[in-house]
């Protein structure tokens, strides 16, 4: 006896709000640990060791050391984030550890020069520091509701990551290639003119040591980019090459080049010759259409100004000058 079984696709779980906001926010401090580790970590312990033994003599020898190390610490713990994702991660994870991130950047950035004015308005006026913190944790508190609102339904984050903007899959490969390769390269020329000219400002040139931020309230400061004049074009150009490549993978725009590079092929190009021969009879036609009206504005001229006519009046430059500085006789 036969029996029919249906096979059935087995589609991937998805992950519930609770498990997502833990893995995005696991995901978030480690993140940002490796950030510290390598923005403050390795050169703090590369700077007490190996660069204090070379001394100022061989700072070049030291900084390339430096910037090596830092490269394989780099790479090093992207194998690791990548090991521990897996093959499969949970959709909208990379979308939520990268929400947690801009909150907790936006916050800083908030915060900072709010909680610097409050602070001194504090200090200025009777109203003290426990209502200017209130103003700040108010500002906090709204920037913290935004998160949870993101993760309060996991499909805004799944839509999110399914644009492609953090994965490196391409999407449609092999349609459209010269056009998407052609946007991409002027999106790079676009955004590397503005980097280098940012490079050149004296807003990078003038800047020296770290970029941090001071909490409000108190003396602690959070380190956001050490040795601004180096690392921001650095990391703005990688910027740019990812947005770049993104963009001419993102769905909707990667469908409007494709097309476009459809309709492109379907013109039909002139040879050399065929173009030659369409420029001379172009050019000839000009002249003749030109030669055509000076030869009937001429005559036209001569017609209705004869005496039997007598529309077309004309008279010298001479005669006109004399007529209009003559008194006027009229009674």
């Given at each position: 006896m036969a029996v029919a079984v249906k096979n059935s696709t087995e589609s991937p779980a998805r992950s519930g709000p609770a498990n997502l906001v833990t893995s995005s926010v696991v995901g978030a401090v480690l993140v940002l640990g490796a950030i510290a580790l390598v923005t403050q970590g390795v050169p703090y312990v590369w700077n007490s060791s190996v660069g204090s033994w070379l001394g100022q003599k061989m700072a070049f020898v030291s900084g390339a050391g430096l910037l090596v190390v830092v490269l394989f610490a780099i790479g090093a713990l992207a194998v690791m984030g990548t090991a521990l994702v897996g093959p499969n991660p949970p959709r909208g994870l990379r979308a939520g550890i990268f929400a947690i991130l801009a909150t907790v950047v936006l916050g800083l950035l908030l915060a900072a020069p709010l909680g610097s004015t409050f602070e001194a308005l504090s200090a200025r006026f009777t109203f003290g520091n426990l209502v200017a913190m209130l103003f700040v944790a108010a500002i906090l508190g709204a920037v913290l509701y935004g998160a949870y609102w993101l993760f309060q339904d996991t499909r805004r984050l799944e839509e999110f990551e399914g644009q492609g903007w953090f994965s490196s899959q391409r999407y449609k490969p092999t349609q459209g290639l010269r056009v998407r390769r052609a946007t991409m390269l002027a999106l790079l020329i676009l955004l590397g003119a503005g980097v280098y000219s940012l490079a050149g400002s004296t807003m990078l040139t003038t800047a020296t040591g770290s970029w941090s931020v001071k909490l409000p309230f108190s003396d602690v400061r959070v380190p956001l980019l050490p040795d601004v004049a180096l690392t921001a074009p650095l990391i703005l150009g990688a910027l740019a090459l990812w947005l770049s490549y993104r963009a001419v993978n993102f769905p909707v725009f990667a469908d409007f080049l494709i097309a476009t590079e459809a309709e492109v092929n379907k013109i039909s190009w002139p040879t050399k010759r065929s173009v030659f021969q369409d420029t001379i009879v172009v050019l000839a036609t000009v002249v003749l259409l030109t030669?055509?009206?000076?030869?009937?504005?001429?005559?036209?001229?001569?017609?209705?100004?004869?005496?039997a006519v007598d529309v077309l009046h004309w008279a010298p430059p001479a005669a006109e000058k004399n007529a209009a500085s003559a008194p006027d006789q009229s009674y």
């Open positions: 030669l055509f009206l000076f030869v009937v504005d001429l005559a036209w001229g001569y017609v209705l100004s004869i005496r």
